[in-house]
């Protein structure tokens, strides 16, 4: 009997009645399709496969979607071709997924039709488009590309990218579904074996997570999962009248019992968005107010997350809907939260499950007898694993192999036909046992669970499994949740999600009254909720991190002057807790947590911040962060603070900086415009360019130091990389035009003559004063504007051609996705290309100027032919990746920073990564910075750390510890090497990794250092605290301007002989004012606004001030000179 056997003969009984409803919980009402819908589609998709899927191909297809109304349609489609399906999870990082697809030898992926451009952007050139799409079944089918050479590469890169966790990760725990390290280790009897290629005998291919080392493969056969179904239908005495809940996701083997122990039995299965269940009272109203679950499986920790009160309320009430509770994959929990949960008059029925993927899904089961759940009954009654489900063999067995029959020992899991193929094993031996790392107690037969065996620690001179301070912890009254880390290998800490108001001290002396010392931990970190898994178990890899940020946390003035200052700083902890702090716009009121990219994980530091910010617990604010808009998240915590005070405010009257009107003044008369020409020396035969990027940053080939022209030059202050001992500035020319009386019709912005209310010079003691341009001022004009759709927060790159028939480009990505190659002069796109999600990383240029490097959300680095934007090569990282790239003019190699927190040296030409190195200390946000003598690599981390890299082998040659996060990109001469962070300070490190100053201001420093070689002694850079400042090489202000806004951007210095060969500096601050500012005494020389927010940088070429807007365009400024200054008009 095979599984789609199984559910044929429940829905030709049951045809008319509702198998599946797929409900959004929004406004709709939910969808639901009959049995005889369900096996009708399936049968279309089978039929479409068997016309398209090849001999080779049938045996597995890949099934790449979320859960919805056709999931079962889906599934038991491919189970009747016949083929075993393969979960892959559309969330997982790609080079995770590659590795299962490479593994599994999939030849064929139905891709759900909304995730085509993700899943082709996740794996370019490795699947393509087999047929056409499904439209009423909602799936497209891939076929692996023949030549899939960089596939096999990126999947053996996962064993690389795993070795840390074998060496730092706990494993969670309890009950696991992931295999364990030595889990290779088989023990057989002799006898008949079984072939993994028998003929249609798979019904199902998953993955391990990796979390206690490489990611296992593991082929489930139909004789292995079918025995659990029927034996967990009987015991949960599965009826037409039951509805399920699809908890589990489809990569979790609890999922197949959900989907088919529902789909077997004529009843129905409810499905919801992933959204929703990390939404505890939405999901609580679906499942039992709305479609009366009365069967649901889920990890004990899932459970826990719904929260005492809807568990007391909702879900173990009196008169709750659900018949049945079956807790498994971690440990059970202990028996006074239970009761505390199970109201006295709840009939619902209590059962324990343990089992491994390995031997999919479950091996035993044991139902909670009723009275134990009566007040007299012993407190400390343990609950056993339970009895063996059918065609299941459990043993235990000590270190010798020998059986226990009374004792401890380790459990080994199998049976005649239960039994799964892992990784690469053809065949296995009937009655094969599997090693489960997990430790038990017999007694008088019955087993009870212990710990795992990687969970044991040597602490104080004893060993210990770390389960028994969890198990202790747990029988707490004040507990309501609670797990363990071994951080480090160093400390024991103990995470309590506390039930009223818990104090740690008297936590820890009721621990020290019931462990031994040994066991006590170091230290007690209270947490609002356990995170989670894909999978719904503890992760112990988020728990170390949110140690880690409790440990880096500085202490927050909790003294709030009242509702506007609070409505302010939830803004900033939201955008923080989202990765939004670029984004100056303010938050909506009705904006959902969830529904802005946060997830449970974001929500529970979301909340945490929050309490370290007003300085008490905030009762019910988890669920409110989960559920609600952030209005009303802010009314709930001012009712809190302040319950007796009318404190509600205006929202529109916070956060956002009042402008007064136009900044600058009208000015009409003779504009003399700057103009802009070339002339190069160029070797013969050479392909040569020269490109300039944020922070004047600058690129070359083949050019000669200066241009030919020598009178009346703008030049631009930039390090050649090759010679960073010799700055040399390049200058291309700028004439005074002959149209002395052309009149610019459109509106332009003129020069400030003196200091006003929006722009004004602040100079310290004996430095500089300032002066103001009364003869000759400066104006910017918008030359072309280009829509990109979304908005633009990379930063332009500008590459200027030697052949004069080339025109200059200006290559910039956008929000949309869209990545556009703009003519400089004229505006024109020469060439746009969509990539697979929002571009907020700023282009590079190769070495040979043939291609454009690109970092994407996607996780993905994006080589696009410069000419024409096609894709030549793509590179997978693990994260997001906002980091801009930048290349090695020496070996041609390109270095980029992801959110996974490595850096990456690729070698664009032979498609190749040629070392990576995990930094240790949180996403690489910001650009590397290369020097050229030594020659080092610098890395900045959003975990506090600056690195210095050997750029040739990867080794790491020093770090530094900041404490606080660098959005900074790090910039050096042939001294210094300086670097921006939250916490206010400019940085200055020598290249051997001493600190030789830093620089204080009042808000965070997101903006990059600026070092040109036109001001060889200044650093210029922006803060959040609205000042654009200007200090030299031994961290002395010598000047600072006082802007509109804060300054996310980076400065850039260029120079004019026009304006009486000043050095000048264009800036910008986030409400969209362009700044020209005298770059040796801060005044402005010229001011312009866009219609929109600026978090991009901007680049000057000649004349030509290119900039990214959040109004979605990209603007080229002109700059124009004035000949004389009229009084403005009113």
């Known amino acids: 009997m095979t599984l789609q056997e199984m559910v044929k003969q429940a829905a030709s009984l049951h045809s008319d009645r509702k198998a599946v409803w797929f409900d959004d919980c929004n406004d709709k009402p939910p969808n639901s399709y009959t049995y005889a819908t369900v096996v009708k589609l399936a049968m279309e998709l089978t039929t479409f496969l068997q016309q398209h899927c090849d001999e080779r191909g049938k045996c597995e297809i890949g099934l790449y979607c979320y859960p919805g109304i056709n999931l079962p349609s889906w599934i038991l489609g491919i189970l009747q071709v016949p083929a075993a399906y393969s979960p892959i999870d559309p969330d997982a990082p790609p080079m995770l997924s590659a590795y299962f697809m490479k593994k599994s030898n999939l030849q064929y992926v139905l891709v759900e039709n909304d995730k085509i451009d993700k899943f082709q952007m996740s794996h370019v050139d490795w699947f393509y488009h087999s047929s056409s799409t499904i439209e009423h079944i909602g799936l497209t089918l891939f076929q692996k590309s023949s030549s899939n050479a960089d596939l096999s590469s990126r999947a053996d890169d996962v064993k690389t990218n795993y070795e840390p966790f074998n060496a730092m990760s706990n494993s969670q725990p309890g009950h696991t579904h992931t295999i364990c390290p030595d889990q290779t280790n088989v023990k057989i009897s002799e006898g008949e074996s079984m072939d993994v290629g028998q003929k249609y005998s798979l019904a199902y291919i998953l993955h391990t997570s990796g979390t206690t080392g490489i990611p296992k493969i593991v082929r489930v056969p139909h ?7 029927e034996h967990l239908r009987s015991i949960f005495e599965i009826t037409q009248d039951d ?21 077997t039995s004529g009843a129905s299965i409810l499905v919801v968005p992933n959204t929703i269940k990390m939404m505890p009272v939405e999901l609580s109203v679906a499942l039992f107010h709305r479609h009366h679950v009365t069967v649901l499986q889920a990890t004990p920790t899932l459970l826990r997350r719904f929260g005492a009160h809807i568990i007391k309320s909702t879900v173990l009430s009196a008169n709750t809907s659900l018949r049945v509770l ?31 993927t390995e031997v999919s899904s479950w091996a035993t089961c044991y139902k909670i007898p009723e009275e134990v759940f009566s007040a007299d009954f012993r407190a400390d009654f343990p609950i056993p694993l339970g009895s063996p489900l059918l065609g299941t063999k459990v043993e235990v067995r000590d270190t010798s192999g020998s059986a226990v029959l009374e004792g401890e020992g380790q459990i080994f899991i199998g049976g005649k036909e239960r039994f799964c193929f892992l990784d690469d094993e053809i065949t296995v031996p009937l009655d094969t046992m599997r090693e489960t790392g997990d430790f038990v107690r017999v007694r008088n037969s019955q087993l009870f669970f212990m710990g795992r065996k990687d969970n044991q620690i040597k ?28 951080y480090q290998q160093e400390k024991l800490i103990l995470f309590v999600v506390p039930k009223d108001d818990l104090e740690e001290r008297e936590t820890l002396k009721e621990l020290q009254k019931c462990l031994p ?18 999978h719904g178990k503890v992760d112990i890899s988020e728990l170390n991190k949110i140690y880690q940020n409790h440990l880096n946390s500085r202490r927050r003035d909790s003294k709030l002057s009242g509702a506007e200052e609070l409505w302010e700083r939830l803004q900033y902890l939201w955008k923080s807790a989202l990765g939004l702090l670029g984004d100056s716009t303010e938050v909506s009121k009705d904006a959902v947590f969830l529904y802005s990219g946060g997830d449970s994980l974001k929500a529970l530091r979301f909340y945490d911040e929050i309490e370290m910010l007003v300085g008490r617990a905030v009762p019910e604010l988890l669920e409110i962060i989960l559920s609600c808009s952030i209005e009303e998240v802010y009314r709930h915590i001012l009712k809190i603070l302040f319950p007796d005070k009318d404190q509600l405010i205006n929202y529109d009257n916070v956060v956002k900086r009042k402008l007064g009107g136009n900044s600058g003044e009208e000015f009409h008369g003779k504009y003399i415009k700057l103009k802009s020409e070339r002339d190069f020396k160029v070797a013969s035969g050479l392909n040569s360019f020269i490109a300039l990027s944020r922070g004047n940053k600058f690129f070359s080939m083949d050019f000669t130091k200066t241009f030919m022209q020598s009178n009346n030059t703008v030049q631009m202050g930039v390090e050649l990389l090759q010679q960073p001992s010799f700055l040399h500035s390049v200058t291309p020319s700028i004439m005074e035009s ?56 990379a930063s332009p790159l500008i590459i200027i051609q030697s052949k004069e028939e080339l025109s200059a480009s200006v290559y910039v990505g ?13 505006g024109e796109i020469k060439w746009e290309k969509n990539l697979g999600d929002r571009i907020e990383s700023s282009a590079c240029v190769s070495k040979c100027g043939n291609f454009i490097v690109v970092g994407c959300y996607n996780g993905l680095v994006y080589v696009l032919h410069s000419s024409d934007g096609e894709i030549y090569w793509t590179f997978i990282t693990e994260d997001t990746v906002k980091s801009s790239a930048v290349v090695d003019p020496c070996n041609g190699l390109v ?19 040629v070392w990576q190195l995990h930094c240790g200390g949180g996403a690489v946000f910001s650009s590397p910075c290369l020097s050229s003598f030594p020659h080092h690599l610098y890395v900045a981390t959003l975990g506090g750390l600056l690195l210095a890299v050997n750029p040739v082998t990867g080794n790491r040659i020093w770090k530094s510890f900041l404490g606080k996060p660098l959005f900074s990109s790090p910039h050096c001469n042939e001294n210094y090497v300086c670097v921006g962070c939250v916490d206010g300070n400019l940085y200055s490190y020598t290249h051997s990794g001493e600190k030789v100053w830093q620089f204080s201001t009042n808000g965070p420093v997101f903006s990059s250092p600026c070092i040109s070689s036109l001001t060889k002694q200044e650093i210029f850079f922006g803060s959040h605290d609205c000042f654009i400042y200007c200090c030299n090489m031994e961290g002395k202000l010598l000047w600072r301007f006082k802007a509109t806004s804060s300054v996310y951007g980076t400065p850039f210095v260029f120079q004019s002989d026009a304006l009486k060969n000043k050095i000048l500096l264009a800036a910008v601050s986030t409400d969209g004012k362009v700044w020209i500012l005298n770059a040796k005494n801060g005044t402005a020389e010229g001011v312009d606004k866009l219609p929109g927010e600026v978090f991009s940088s901007p680049v000057v070429w000649g004349t030509k001030l290119v900039v990214g807007c959040r109004n979605d365009y990209v603007y080229c400024l002109d700059l124009y000179v004035t000949g004389k200054k009229e009084q403005p008009r009113y």
């Open 223 to 229: 004789k292995c999962i079918v025995p659990n179904i």
């Open 243 to 263: 509805m399920l809940f699809l908890a589990s996701p489809l990569t979790f083997d609890p999922s197949v019992v959900e989907l088919f122990i529902a789909l």
């Open 326 to 356: 079956a807790l498994g994959g971690e440990a059970f929990p202990v028996l006074n939260l239970l009761r505390n949960w199970k109201h006295k008059e709840n009939k619902t029925s209590i059962f324990n499950l343990y089992g491994i």
């Open 459 to 486: 602490r104080h001179g004893k060993r210990f499994n770390i389960e028994c301070l969890q198990q202790a912890t747990e029988d707490l009254c004040q507990v309501e949740a609670c797990a363990v880390t071994w």
């Open 517 to 534: 010392a040994y066991a006590v931990p170091d230290e007690l970190v209270l947490i609002k909720a356990l995170p989670l898994t894909s």
């Open 738 to 793: 002959p149209a002395q009386g052309c009149e610019v019709e459109n509106r332009i912005s003129a020069v400030m003559s003196k200091a006003n209310e929006t722009g004004c010079c602040s100079v310290q003691q004996n430095h500089a004063e300032c002066s103001h341009v009364t003869t000759a001022e400066l104006a910017l004009y918008v030359r072309w504007k280009s829509n990109t759709r979304k908005c633009v927060d």
């Open 814 to 826: 956008s929000h949309s996705h869209a990545m556009q190659a703009i003519d400089l002069d004229l």
């Open 895 to 913: 270095y980029i920073g992801s959110h996974d927190q490595h850096v990456y040296a690729l070698d664009i030409y032979k498609k190749a990564c």
